[in-house]
């Protein structure tokens, strides 16, 4: 693959492995770009960018506000919560507007899937999914496989264990396309009710016994409990959640010893992670971070129309 | 007097077990033996004849919300799908909960309607679920069942009093069977779809708990509750069952959910969503042997229009419904050409089954009926175009689609309605 060809960013499902490992090797230039003592490239001057948040964030926001300012882009962003939206102007009216201004590129966040899907098919601005309801958060997908391609110099034949609420989780349907794309083994793992059998047809394996889940794992991707999106009825308490699928240093103690520990944040300390767990020399989690600065400038400037020079 | 012939069409009237090639004889606005006088003639060579087709699933929006479809524009989408009478729902603003509202509809439809409109009345007051409405009365106003569809009463306790009560009144009560703490928020079929597309499922057993609840009301009231929209196949299953043992259940499906399945969402497109939701090939499949074994009695459209602007928006909050009526036929012909069923079989769905359900003098060419003819073209070759509809709405999945067969003539009470040009 020589070129970049999509306007938007909306999704790992509906992209080939050629484009991903494109996406993943354009990171790698600006990767670079983030060592040195300046960290500012002219690539996108002249260019707006518009961070359109409806629904609370502020890790994700930050690193696409940072990443397209070290794009030299003009950058705004724009907050809401979704019921404001509802009840007054509608997200296509908000959308339109901003093309009026002649935005370049809209990043949205949505608490509602398909939600950036609306805006690309709507919109001649570059559309980037920052995460959209529980359905997916391509960048993070992409800093998830930067992260483990920069640690294990390989994702296909690795066997990555995604563990938690699965079922409300954009971050694992993204990581579970990508990483079955390129070859990796995917296990699912979490209380029934959050890791339904039905993600098995997405070409996983589901178990719901924790064990069986860390044995042979190369990287373990633990996702948080995500108490806004969840009814009462999915499990008894954060406690027998932590009882039960938490990773804990007794069953750190077992994973395999070169393995992996990776979390999209924010962490919940002693719930889904133990606090020390979290801060070992095994955990790759501020890594992540700092690789997705990389991959949401690669992203912006190859939606832009921008192309990597290979070398 | 006004009068009419059709002649050299296939007549199908199911009532009379007619098949066979015949001309039909309209005067004074009732079907007569013979011809007489002064004659109008249709010719209907190569056509199908049958009585006016009746849809029992209908959202008129008015009183309310005329601005998504009126009486007026609801009906006249009704003649050009070919139905002659219809049944208005009671979700209303206000609710047809009251004998004011049902006198509203009927003088309305007096007034503006090319079809004729049965109304429902509302099961509890303001559909809310909580007290029952004044049946008896709205029995006397003129309504021909009560249902508060769009909603389900989740009371089991007040759904039996109301069958118990409706019963003196031989009020048929119909129900839009879905579970509000299963189904909660959910906005598509609970399954591999939802899965993928990270949207809220609205699983299958939200719809069989009622459906199964339903049936056994109707057992121990030993009154008639007939099941709307049916979407999954345990559903067909439990109706079936009950059926066999002679319990007063009945059941309908909508051509979207025998046409359609929710690999169809996969682009968010919001005119895909709607309640019940489309559910997998496997649910389709089971509607169709429900269908052609009569375990399904009845099609209805379950026609909902929505303004453009409600339903572009994010899937999530767009309003659940499609407009159905112009398109109904079409994709009903098409269990004909699957051999599904018989041309006849599917007649009796449109006709006599729905009529003799909510008792309505419909649904037949015997002499002395009500003029009430559908002309249909089995074999025309058409695509629905939304921006041609008569509804005031658009929110079809079927836009752009190519059907086969169509009304070509829907007469009511011996006048045409509407006639294709």
Sequence with gaps: MKRWQRKDLLGIQELSAAEINFLLTSAQAFKQVGKRSVKKVPSLRGKTVVNLFIEPSTRTRTSFELAATRLSADVINITANASSLVKGETLKDTALNLQALHADVIIIRHSAAGAPHFLGRLLKASVINAGDGAHEHPTQALLDAFTILEKKGRIAGLNVTILGDILFSRVARSNIWLLTKLGANVTLAGPSTLVPRVFEQLGCRVTHNIDDALRDADVVNLLRIQHERQRQTLFPSIGEYTTMFGLNKERFARLKPDAMIMHPGPVNRGVEIDSEVADCDRSVILEQVTNGLAVRMAVLFLCCGGQVVES | ?421
Excluded at chain 2, 48 to 66: A, C, F, K, N, Q
Aim: aromatic share 4%; hydrophobic share 40%; proline share 5%.
């Design chain 2, 1 to 421: 007097m006004n009068s009419l012939i059709i002649k050299h069409g296939r007549v199908i009237d199911p009532a009379n077990r007619v098949d066979e090639i015949r001309d039909v004889f309209i005067a004074a606005g009732k079907i007569t033996g013979t011809p007489s006088g002064h004659t109008e003639v249709i010719d209907a060579t190569g056509k199908i004849v049958t009585p006016g087709l009746i849809d029992i699933h209908v959202h008129l929006r008015e009183p309310g919300r005329s601005d998504k479809e009126s009486i007026e524009t609801g009906t006249r989408c009704a003649a050009r799908g070919g139905f002659t009478s219809i049944v208005a729902m009671p979700n209303t603003t206000p609710a047809a909960d009251n004998t004011g509202t049902i006198a509203f509809i009927k003088q309305r439809a007096a007034e503006v309607a090319c079809v004729n409109v049965f109304p429902a009345g509302a099961i509890t007051k303001e559909l809310k679920g909580e007290e029952l409405a004044p049946i008896g009365s709205l029995k006397r106003a003129g309504v021909v069942a009560i249902t508060d569809d769009g909603r389900c009463v989740q009371n089991n306790e007040l759904m039996r009093r109301a069958v118990e009560y409706a019963k003196m009144f031989d009020l048929p009560v119909m129900d839009h069977c879905q579970d509000y703490n299963i189904a909660a928020d959910g906005v598509m079929h609970e399954g591999y779809w939802s899965a993928v597309l990270g949207l809220r499922g609205w699983p299958s057993v939200a719809e069989e708990i009622i459906v199964a609840r339903n049936i056994l009301m109707a057992e121990v009231t030993d009154w008639h509750i007939h099941c709307q929209h049916l979407s999954s196949a345990r559903s067909v299953g439990l109706v079936r069952e009950a059926k066999k043992r002679g319990v007063k259940i009945s059941a309908e499906a909508c051509p979207h959910h025998f046409t359609l399945s929710d690999e169809r969402l996969k682009d968010y497109d919001t005119n895909f969503k709607m309640n019940p939701p489309l559910r997998t090939e496997a649910d389709r499949q089971a509607l169709l042997a429900g269908l052609a074994d009569g375990t399904i009695d009845i099609i209805a459209s379950d026609h909902a229009p929505h303004c453009t602007y409600e339903k572009q928006v994010e899937f999530d909050v767009a309003p659940f419904g499609i407009i159905g009526l112009e398109t109904e036929l079409a994709l009903s012909l098409a269990l004909v050409q699957q051999k599904v069923l018989s041309l006849s079989q599917l007649i009796e769905k449109l006709t006599t089954n729905p009529a003799k359900l909510l008792r309505l003098p419909k649904g037949t060419l015997s002499a002395g009926a009500d003029a009430d003819v559908t002309v249909i073209d089995p074999t025309a070759e058409w695509t629905y175009d939304v921006e041609q509809s008569a509804s005031k709405s658009n929110n079809s999945p079927f836009h752009g689609c190519h059907l086969n067969g169509r009304a070509v003539t829907t007469i009511v009470g011996g006048k045409i309605a509407w006639q294709l040009e």
